[in-house]
T-cell receptor, first 115, second 119 residues
């Protein structure tokens, strides 16, 4: 079974700063997917970024980028030029690549962007 | 973009009654849908995988007779909480899978969730 660990329950940064959220995972699989989801107070899950394990290049989506270290099983999210609207819970998630599996989520990091 | 809806968004029911939650993919067909449960200030926990035209696959510890899942079409999956008790009060979220797994495209899109309160 896979496990996903987010060791930062809460983080707080000033607006416009850069923040990195950490995530580690454990799996014996070689083919899988990793995700970062944002859950604002509305509780709607929003996909932030996705990484395929077979791709060496780190995924980037505008101000969001990841540092994917496959050997270390680490998948951190960097948010540049943070905005007030980035305030939310952020969940790291794992999906097996072998079939149609659900996601295994970490416990989440509550990110607060201060004005 | 892919849109998933849930109905109702909030439901209150009395202990011992059953309640049905619907999950619909509005602009795509979803062979596979998933049901998650989220307690306050906690993460999402996968409850079951719903496959169109076949029986759902439940995660360990989830009572299949209590949480009935039906995936009758490629755009609709339902979760029925039977004989609900206060401890079943939670936030239930569904998601639908787009594309193929393996080395193909793989994404899940989430519904807005249903808050269930059992009194």
């Amino acid at each position: 079974a896979q496990t996903v660990t987010q060791s930062q329950p809460e983080m707080s940064v000033q607006e416009a700063e850069t923040v990195t959220l950490s995530c580690t995972y454990d799996t014996s699989e070689n083919n899988y997917y990793l995700f970062w989801y944002k859950q604002p107070p509305s509780r709607q899950m929003i996909l932030v970024i996705r990484q395929e394990a077979y791709k060496q290049q780190n995924a980037t989506e505008n101000r969001f980028s990841v540092n994917f270290q496959k050997a270390a099983k680490s998948f951190s999210l960097k948010i540049s030029d943070s905005q007030l609207g980035d305030t939310a819970m952020y969940f790291c998630a794992f999906a097996s690549g072998g079939g149609a599996d659900g996601l295994t989520f970490g416990k989440g990091t509550h990110l607060i962007i201060q004005p | 973009g892919a849109v998933v809806s849930q109905h109702p968004s909030w439901v209150i029911c009395k202990s011992g009654t059953s309640v049905k939650i619907e999950c619909r993919s509005l602009d795509f067909q979803a062979t596979t849908m998933f049901w998650y449960r989220q307690f306050p200030k906690q993460s999402l926990m996968l409850m079951a995988t719903s496959n169109e035209g076949s029986k759902a696959t439940y995660e360990q510890g989830v009572e299949k007779d209590k949480f009935l899942i039906n995936h009758a079409s490629l755009t609709l999956s339902t979760l029925t909480v039977t004989s609900a008790h206060p401890e079943d009060s939670s936030f239930y979220i569904c998601s639908a899978e787009i594309g193929t797994s393996g080395r193909g495209s793989y994404e899940q899109y989430f519904g807005p969730g249903t808050r269930l309160t059992v009194t």
